[in-house]
T-cell receptor
């Protein structure tokens, strides 16, 4: 299998709080992890691509200083939403591809984190 | 023009019927195509992948790819109420465009009535 675990699954916190979300590949080593955001009734939008040991590549319009990504090992990437505000409330989903994957290999998704900022 | 386009639906089919979901893409160099199913409030799960022209069958699911027309489809035979979900078409970019990135369509909502 290719299991990706995401934690926490649900976060409710006050405006101004920083929130850390973890994404772990449980049974494989992940070359690359991806972070997506999904607003209600919309599709997944890629926020950033995270490679182990290097800086993340952010998509246009995504603030790198607000959404801090750390990919410290081949099995763990973290996304920290700094000073979160109500407009950051969304469904955040990570995915991972196996070490050594060719372009044909699919991404395996975590269960997502629902973030609600009051 | 959107990179990956899908009809948002909803597509309503009766139980037991064939559901046909369609997707077009703009990057002619794309070579990897995926269909994901997403239930409400859940993350996407991979249903099918296809990498060459023609049909690929897996159980009740058949993916069809026509690269000349830049068109991908998913057929679901013997549709069940449990198939009711949003189906996302995803395309990997060609080399030089961040080839591991997936571009998602907006999804087609499928409703299978008992």
């Amino acid at each position: 299998g290719a299991v990706v675990s995401q934690h926490p699954s649900w976060v409710i916190c006050k405006s101004g709080t920083s929130v850390k979300i973890e994404c772990r590949s449980l049974d494989f080593q992940a070359t690359t992890m991806f972070w997506y955001r999904q607003f209600p009734k919309q599709s997944l939008m890629l926020m950033a691509t995270s490679n182990e040991g290097s800086k993340a590549t952010y998509e246009q319009g995504v603030e790198k200083d607000k959404f801090l990504i750390n990919h410290a090992s081949l099995t763990l990437s973290t996304l920290t939403v700094t000073s979160a505000h109500p407009e950051d409330s969304s469904f955040y989903i990570c995915s991972a591809t196996r070490l050594g994957s060719t372009s044909n290999q699919p991404q395996h998704f975590g269960d997502g984190t629902r973030l609600s900022i009051l | 023009q959107k990179e990956v386009e899908q009809n948002s639906g909803p597509l309503s089919v009766p139980e037991g019927a064939i559901a046909s979901l369609n997707c077009t893409y703009s990057d002619r160099g794309s070579q990897s195509f995926f269909w994901y199913r997403q239930y409400s409030g859940k993350s996407p799960e991979l249903i099918m992948s296809i990498y060459s022209n023609g049909d690929k069958e897996d159980g009740r699911f058949t993916a069809q790819l026509n690269q000349a027309s830049q068109y991908v489809s998913l057929l679901i035979r013997d549709s069940q109420p449990s198939d009711s979900a949003t189906y996302l078409c995803a395309v990997k970019g060609s080399a030089g465009t961040g080839f591991q990135k997936l571009v998602f369509g907006t999804g087609t909502r499928l409703l299978v009535s008992p």
